[in-house]
């Protein structure tokens, strides 16, 4: 499940470099950070525990 969560973050970070790059959206575009910041921190909060 980890693996597939740093899939979709490095996913939406491209898209989001993309559209930063190439000004589309405007400021939705911004949307995309906000979503990849809180994705990092959910993978760090719900990340392996020891047993």
């Given amino acids: 499940m980890a693996r ?3 899939i979709i973050i ?3 970070l491209a898209v989001w470099l ?3 790059i190439t000004d ?3 400021g939705f575009i911004h949307l ?3 979503l ?3 994705l990092i ?3 760090l909060v ?3 525990r020891a047993p």
């Fill in 41 to 43: 921190i959910y993978n």
């Fill in 32 to 34: 995309l950070l906000i």
């Fill in 10 to 12: 490095a996913i939406v």
């Fill in 36 to 38: 990849v910041v809180a």
């Fill in 18 to 20: 993309v559209g930063l």
């Fill in 46 to 48: 719900t990340g392996r």
């Fill in 4 to 6: 597939i969560i740093w």
């Fill in 24 to 26: 589309i959206a405007g």
